[in-house]
């Protein structure tokens, strides 16, 4: 049995033989990530609700949040349960679609909006949120723009080009070039318009200057901020 005590424990060979039992030596201070923020929330606060400004997005690192959707009536939509480990606040649009409630308390980390694209770049698991959080606001917006824009079809297809400009920019794309929008068949029936309405709209577009065709297909957006002004207008 070896003593530890004797002076001949403390040779090289003994040290590694114990290496296993010792805590491993700390990060040095210049090689430690920076620290994010954090919040800490009691059970039954929000971490953001339906309708805020997206600033940041989080990391959930202790507890249970509950995202819900608000209902025409009735009491809100459990969307899903969010874990340690999980994200939130991803996406395309400008503000939240859902809101966020602590379940127990949570410990929250704090992450800046830049951040998001070299995470999904390392991160499958980040990348496929960032995906779900994408598909479930663009189905968002589309349901906002049958029940509210029925009749308007300029402000359907406004609607749809601004949602266009914020998943281009969102994943590092020339967000002013709809590349793909005159190739694909599908966008009257998502709009569920026909294919003649859908024309007279985008000339209508043109002829205000807020679109013009590109030269490989599909459009230019030539004023993003007022197509995203005349998709929520009431006309």
Not at 41 to 70: M, N, P
Not at 89 to 103: K, N
Not at 131 to 143: P, S
């Amino acid at each position: 049995m070896v003593d530890l005590v004797s002076p001949e424990a403390t040779t090289p060979d003994r040290l590694a033989a114990c290496q296993s039992f010792f805590a491993p030596e700390a990060m040095p201070w210049d090689r430690a990530p920076p620290a994010l923020p954090e919040i800490v929330l009691e059970r039954g606060d929000f971490l953001f609700r339906e309708g805020d400004a997206k600033t940041q997005f989080y990391r959930l690192e202790s507890g249970i949040l509950c995202v819900t959707a608000q209902r025409p009536s009735g009491p809100p939509q459990v969307v899903e349960m969010v874990f340690p480990g999980g994200l939130l606040g991803l996406g395309f649009l400008d503000r939240h679609i859902h809101s966020a409630m602590a379940v127990v308390p949570c410990r929250v980390s704090l992450l800046p909006p830049d951040a998001i694209n070299d995470l999904c770049r390392h991160s499958a698991e980040a990348r496929d949120r960032q995906a779900l959080a994408t598909e479930r606001e663009f189905a968002a917006r589309r349901r906002q723009l049958v029940g509210s824009t029925a009749d308007s079809p300029i402000q359907q297809v406004a609607a749809f080009l601004a949602a266009m400009f914020h998943v281009n920019k969102r994943e590092g794309r020339n967000p002013h070039v709809i590349s793909e929008f005159l190739k694909s068949g599908d966008v009257a029936g998502l709009l569920q318009l026909d294919v003649e309405t859908l024309a007279v709209a985008l000339a209508d577009l043109q002829a205000r200057g807020l679109i013009s065709r590109d030269p490989n297909g599909g459009l230019v957006l030539l004023d993003a901020a007022a197509i995203e002004n005349l998709s929520s207008a009431t006309e």
